[in-house]
């Protein structure tokens, strides 16, 4: 099986599981508003605010996986694999305004706690901890075999593919680790209000609501962050994280015939799909071909760099670029 098929198989698969995900989170998500506004509960709000971004993370999160399997075109030469990381910024974008608003909204309450249906929120909240369960099982499940016979293939072969298949494993997809960042809030924003609810059930402190809603925004806003941050640094055609810079420069260099490299960039074009372009001086001219898929070898099988146009120089200028 062709990485482009396996890559094919793979989006289906995410597919699937994220229409199921958003079909059980769009129903809870009406029970929650309802339940939320009866009970008077900032906290089971608060986790309904994160439903409503689930909802719509998924939803941007299923189109982005769709329309990234249209082929190219001579005007996005590169496809619609960006999709991805713009769908992961706009979840990102949502998140930090929800959880803000959530804090304003808390530390109003906290001056002025309402009364409390404790006993409905916290079987409100107790559904929501299924559904929520059940979706980060399904996009936590492994998908990684891809199905091929093997046929054909020696050891050495199907080591380099067993490596390239963890490498990608590595590479999650930051549009589905985004999908599953807003489970696992929700999940955790389930528990708290079960918490809560039990709180003011035994005690009456109304204040254990405004207070679980703090702890949720507080918990989940670094990891927003630091998702927010990957997909503006893709965005930026920033070095991928996984991927040395200096490394890749010295590796290249120790190819028997180059004597020099400058102009290199490398990039992320979409999760675990790497690119890279660069001017390579080699002494004999005559032997370009057999270096140039030499350097190609190395780039794809050790640094998982798919995608490299080399520009093979007879001589460089030490006025040029790095």
């Known amino acids: 099986m062709t990485q482009e098929e396996r890559r094919n198989k793979l989006a289906l698969e995410r597919m699937k599981k994220l229409k199921i995900v958003l079909a059980l989170t ?9 339940g939320g506004f009866l009970t008077n509960s900032l906290a089971l709000l608060a986790d309904a605010g994160h439903m409503l971004t689930d909802v719509g993370g998924l939803t941007l999160a299923l189109f ?35 959880s803000i608003y959530i804090l304003y909204e808390a530390y109003r309450r906290i001056f002025e706690p309402p009364e409390i249906q404790s006993l409905s929120m916290t079987i409100v909240a107790a559904v929501g901890l299924g559904v929520n369960l059940a979706g980060l099982r ?17 050891v050495h072969d199907h080591h380099h593919h067993s490596s ?34 039990a709180v003011i059930m035994a005690t009456g402190f109304y204040l254990a609501d405004p207070i679980v809603s703090i702890g949720l925004a507080v918990f989940i806003l670094p990891r927003t962050w630091s998702l927010l941050k990957k997909s503006i640094h893709i965005l930026m055609e920033g070095v ?32 675990g799909i790497n690119a890279l372009s660069a001017h390579v001086v080699v002494i004999d001219t005559g032997r370009s071909h057999a270096i140039l898929q030499e350097i190609n070898s190395l780039l794809e099988k ?4 798919t995608h490299a146009t080399i ?11 790095p």
């Open 164 to 197: 390239d298949q963890h490498g990608q494993e590595e590479e999650k997809s930051l549009n589905i680790e985004g999908a599953r960042l807003e489970l696992l809030s929700d999940t955790l924003g389930s528990i708290g209000v079960i918490a809560a609810g």
């Open 64 to 98: 982005a996986v769709s329309y990234a399997r249209r082929p190219a075109t001579p005007q996005r030469t590169y496809g619609f694999y960006r999709m991805e990381i713009l769908a992961s910024l706009a979840n990102s974008i949502v998140l930090i305004l929800l």
């Open 240 to 271: 991928p994280s996984n991927i040395s810079y200096e490394e890749v420069k010295n590796a290249i260099l120790q190819v028997r015939g180059v004597t020099g490299i400058f102009d290199m960039h490398i990039w992320t074009i979409t999760s």
């Open 138 to 154: 399904l996009m936590s499940g492994g998908g990684g075999s891809d199905g091929s016979g093997g046929h054909g293939h020696d």
């Open 26 to 34: 769009s129903g809870y998500l009406v029970a929650e508003v309802v």
């Open 302 to 305: 050790r640094f998982k760099i």
């Open 311 to 321: 520009q093979i120089e007879g001589y460089h200028s030490e006025s040029g670029a």
